[in-house]
């Protein structure tokens, strides 16, 4: 998580989203959510990660 003023930028381990605390298993995608100061959120069509 990444908080602050004017982030245009981020870059993230996607290995980590192969870790779980549940014995489910993980999903094959991920969506990324945005959320604003007023805590309105923006949220990204899934990425598949056979597709990254």
Request: a neutral charge.
């Amino acid at each position: 998580t990444r908080i602050g003023h004017a982030i245009t930028t981020a870059t993230l381990d996607l290995d980590d989203l192969k870790k779980s605390w549940t014995p489910i298993t993980p999903s094959p995608w991920f969506r990324v959510v945005i959320i604003d100061q007023a805590g309105k959120r923006a949220w990204s069509n899934p990425v598949w990660l056979d597709e990254v």
